[in-house]
């Protein structure tokens, strides 16, 4: 077995603070009421936590860029055929991933001018007229089966990965370090590390869409 540094540290932290914002937003919602402005509040921070895996997909280490692991047809038929080796995320993982990042994509940029008729506006709410908001808010809660579909089959794929096929997958998620057999003798070569500039960009990029989304430009000190 080798030792291999799969995870890179913002990702790690990206994919546990993704989780814990999700399910807040989530929760927040079916609670109603005031509780809505943390709704709001939580989806700003899913869309800051999305734009800066977006970026980090391109500029992050080795196993978090898409080049790297988002493939075609025929890989994901060579994987189901057991023919895939990698230590990243597998042919079929990847299109989950997509997914899950497209959907809350979509979800959050409705959300941000959506309204719910009684209390609660999105923070570009001001920005669209009351019938362009309601399109968005029938599109925004039309997407909510979707994240919960999407969520809970990731999390029955990796229970199925953990407990049926013996691939211990948290662990990595938590530490950044995975056991991998290094076939035939040979050693995998390691994964490129991320770097602080390259860090400090995609951070940059994801405040700056968080601030562009919260609507402090149009109505400073408006709740978010
Ligand atoms: C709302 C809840 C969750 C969301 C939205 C979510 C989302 C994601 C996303 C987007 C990735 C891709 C990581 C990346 O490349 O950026 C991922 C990977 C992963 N997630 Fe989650 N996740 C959730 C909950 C969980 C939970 C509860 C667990 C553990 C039981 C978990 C375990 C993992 C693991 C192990 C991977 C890496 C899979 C691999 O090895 O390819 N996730 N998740």
């Given at each position: ?39 709001g ?7 800051g ?15 978090a ?25 597998n ?54 089966p979707?994240i ?6 990731h ?14 997958l ?33 951070l ?10 919260s ?10």
């Amino acid at each position: 077995m080798q030792r291999v540094h799969v995870w890179d540290l913002p990702l790690r932290v990206f994919h546990w603070a993704l989780a814990i914002c999700v399910i807040a937003a989530y929760i927040s919602q079916n609670i109603g009421g005031n509780a809505m402005v943390w709704h709001g509040r939580f989806g700003l921070a899913v869309l800051g936590l999305v734009s800066f895996r977006l970026v980090w997909g391109f500029v992050g280490s080795t196993n978090a860029r898409f080049i790297n692991f988002v493939r075609g047809p025929g890989s994901i038929k060579a994987y189901l055929r057991g023919q895939w080796s990698g230590v990243g995320h597998n042919p079929l993982g990847a299109l989950s991933v997509v997914a899950i990042l497209g959907v809350l994509l979509a979800l959050t940029l409705t959300g941000l001018f959506a309204n719910d008729d009684i209390l609660f506006e999105g923070p570009l709410y001001a920005l669209v007229d009351k019938s362009l908001s309601d399109q968005l808010t029938k599109i925004h809660q039309w997407f909510e089966p979707f994240i919960l579909s999407l969520v809970a089959i990731h999390i029955v794929a990796i229970g199925f990965y953990v407990w049926i096929k013996k691939q211990p997958l948290v662990r990595p998620m938590l530490t950044g370090w995975k056991e991998v057999p290094a076939a035939s003798g040979s050693v995998i070569q390691e994964p490129e590390r991320s770097r602080w500039g390259a860090f400090l960009f995609a951070l940059a990029v994801a405040l700056a869409v968080v601030f562009m989304a919260s609507g402090q430009w149009v109505a400073p000190n408006a709740g978010y």
